[in-house]
Nanobody
Framework: VQLVESGGGLVQAGGSLRLSCAAS????????MGWYRQAPGKQRELVAT????????NYADSVKGRFTITRDNLKNTMYLQMNKLKPEDTAVYYC???????????WGKGTLVTVSS
């Protein structure tokens, strides 16, 4: 499984961005997908996850009500709509996919989101 993120960039506080994660390879093996982020000097943290059918989502408290995770299985793509961005949302955002069997983890290389105050 290969994952490629896109959509990062520089935005002012209060603005919006939409991240995309395109999956390729053995996409049939993908179960849950998610977004994680890592700010400078901090550990990687969970942002949001979504089940294989998109029927269940989970969010970090810090992004609830502002971010929305979705996935389009026909396009093998996952999205993260980020609204009301804050400077503390500045981080490299990583796409993650877990497989049905063995719950193997796959990661993208990340996309940088910078929110200016």
């Amino acid at each position: 499984v290969q994952l490629v993120e896109s959509g990062g960039g520089l935005v002012q506080a209060g603005g919006s961005l939409r991240l995309s994660c395109a999956a390729s390879g053995s996409t049939f093996s993908i179960n849950t997908m998610g977004w994680y982020r890592q700010a400078p000097g901090k550990q990687r943290e969970l942002v949001a996850t979504i089940t294989s059918d998109g029927g269940s989502t989970n969010y970090a408290d810090s992004v609830k009500g502002r971010f929305t995770i979705t996935r389009d299985n026909l396009k093998n793509t996952m999205y993260l709509q980020m609204n009301k961005l804050k400077p503390e949302d500045t981080a490299v955002y990583y796409c993650n996919a877990k497989t049905w069997i063995w719950a193997m983890d796959y990661w993208g290389k990340g996309t940088l989101v910078t929110v200016s105050s």
